[in-house]
């Protein structure tokens, strides 16, 4: 961990879908019923200072039981969120969104936890697995 002055810590047990992630996140950084994005777009906006962590980047999480939340976002999770996210997306997306989706019922390429990592390193957020 560098020398960030707020931490917040996530309890990865209580993590068992992309939504629950969302609400735990939330209560972590604004206390209970607290925003911090509903979509992967506003939890990529929220990251970024001011929604609850300190204006001047000085923050960083500590996922806590990673490890367990890996497993409740892996393809399974990816694969409900593929197909959400295919009924609701524009018809010029459809066919990415297919193909990302049979990509995860054959248990391939990024699962919904690697998502959010991903968006922890795009904002140049640190985190911290346990």
């Known amino acids: 961990m560098s020398h960030s002055n ?4 996530i309890d990865g047990r209580r993590i068992r879908s992309l939504e629950d992630f969302f609400c735990v996140v939330g209560g972590t950084v604004s206390g209970p019923g607290g925003y911090f994005g509903r979509n992967l777009d506003a939890f990529a906006d929220c990251l970024t200072g001011g929604y609850g962590t300190p204006d001047d980047g000085k923050f960083c999480f500590v996922w806590q ?3 367990e939340s890996r497993s409740a976002l892996g ?3 990816t694969v409900r969120q593929l197909e959400i996210r295919f009924e609701q997306c524009h018809p010029d997306n459809k066919a990415r969104v297919r193909r990302e989706l049979d990509r995860a019922i054959a248990a391939e390429g ?5 998502w959010l990592v991903d968006i922890f390193e795009f904002r140049n957020v640190e985190l911290e697995l346990q």
């Open 6 to 9: 707020a931490v917040y810590v």
């Open 65 to 67: 039981y990673s490890s």
């Open 75 to 77: 393809y399974a999770e």
């Open 110 to 114: 990024p699962t919904v936890f690697d």
